[in-house]
Every structure is written in structure tokens, then in C-alpha cells.
T-cell receptor, first 112, second 108 residues
């Protein structure tokens, strides 16, 4: 157990819908990262927050947004969902930036 | 562009033998971290080993060790005494960039 929690574990929704994925970092970690992993693919970096501020942006679509709250938990919002958005979404956290990233168990999103 | 390349999509090893997974990366930084992560069928991402670029000594964690060649920007992972539980996808990572992964099969 890495200490990073993600909810929900599974999410099934329809095209055009909007969902919110939640991540709680390890105690004491200030940085949160979001990644997308499609079937049999590598990890694609989406976005990073550090102590509430956006720190780095990767290949995140305009339909996707994220934020980190004062208690350091983070949410990833996915809207106008398409079939191709079906993937495993990981959250990771680290104490500093840069530093070792510890991953949560992921949220498996299925868009039908 | 800063990239991470794993040139071996698949590797196979006999149980109890040694296998080396390759990784090259590109960066203009002088101080950084490199990582190997393991992803078993459960899809959980598990940290295997970490290397700090300013340290010349190669990192070691039990049966796992790295060969870090900073000038060549090479970072390979050696697994000794391979076990059935080592079967997984292995990802090399630099910063927020991950390689495409190497699928390791362990034969009994």
C-alpha cells in the first residue's frame, strides 16, 4: 500500500457525460500528479500540482481539468467524454518536486 | 524534447537467472532522478528502484540493481535470481516521462 488513495476504483459512464476522479496524497506529500494509461500503453502525464498551484502540464485535453485543494487532495474532472477516454487514471504524490512519486491504485474509467 | 526510450518491448528469463532491461533518456539537466517501476497484472505501479544522478554509485535494492551511465544517458535494470513474481511490465521513468515499458516473462 503506497498510502495514496483514489476513488472510485471503477467508473462506467456514457459518452458526453462528465465525471470527477478523486485523489488523496500520502500524508506530508505536497505534490500530486495525474496520469492516463490506455490499454497496453505507457503512462501519459496529464498535469501536476504542488501545494495547491499548477506546476506542470502535459498532454491534457481541454475537456479535462484538475485542481488541488487546501487539504492537498486533488480532483480530475473529465467532461464531454468520448470512447477514447476509456483508460486507467493514476494519481501519484511526492514529498517535494522533484522526488519519488508514489502511485495510487488507479481509477478504471469505461466510457460506453 | 526530454524523452525516455525502452528498446525491448518484451524480455524473457528463466527462473533463478539474471536479466537486464535497457533504458535511455534525454535531458539537459545535470541533477535529476531516475526510476524503475513495476506494473504486475493488478496494474498497480510499484517503485522498484531510484537513482540520483549526482551519485556515482549505482543503486541497489535486494535483487534489483541499476547500471547508471550518466554520460551515455543510460539506465538499465538488472534483476538477479529472477522469481515468478517478477513477471510484470517494467517502466523506466525520468521526471514525469515514462518509457513504453518492457514486458518481462519468467519461465519456471
Amino acid at each position: 500500500d503506497s498510502g495514496v488513495t483514489q476513488t472510485p476504483k471503477h467508473l462506467i459512464t456514457a459518452t458526453g457525460q462528465r465525471v470527477t476522479l478523486r485523489c488523496s496524497p500520502r500524508s506530508g506529500d505536497l505534490s500530486v500528479y495525474w496520469y492516463q494509461q490506455s490499454l497496453d500503453q505507457g503512462l501519459q502525464f496529464l498535469i501536476q500540482y504542488y501545494n495547491g498551484e499548477e506546476r506542470a502540464k502535459g498532454n491534457i485535453l481541454e475537456r479535462f481539468s484538475a485542481q488541488q485543494f487546501p487539504d492537498l487532495h486533488s480532483e480530475l474532472n473529465l467532461s464531454s467524454l468520448e470512447l477514447g477516454d476509456s483508460a486507467l487514471y493514476f494519481c501519484a504524490s511526492s514529498r517535494r518536486d522533484p522526488d519519488t512519486q508514489y502511485f495510487g491504485p488507479g481509477t478504471r474509467l469505461t466510457v460506453l | 524534447a526530454q524523452t525516455v526510450t525502452q528498446s525491448q518491448p518484451e524480455m524473457s528469463v528463466q527462473e533463478a537467472e539474471t536479466v537486464t532491461l535497457s533504458c535511455t533518456y534525454d535531458t539537459s539537466e545535470s541533477d535529476y532522478y531516475l526510476f524503475w517501476y513495476k506494473q504486475p497484472p493488478s496494474r498497480q505501479m510499484i517503485l522498484v528502484i531510484r537513482q540520483e544522478a549526482y551519485k556515482q554509485q549505482n543503486a541497489t535494492e535486494n535483487r534489483f540493481s541499476v547500471n547508471f551511465q550518466k554520460a551515455a544517458k543510460s539506465f538499465s535494470l538488472k534483476i538477479s535470481d529472477s522469481q515468478l513474481g517478477d513477471a510484470a511490465m517494467y517502466f523506466c521513468a525520468y521526471d514525469m516521462r515514462f518509457g513504453a515499458g518492457t514486458r518481462l516473462t519468467v519461465k519456471p
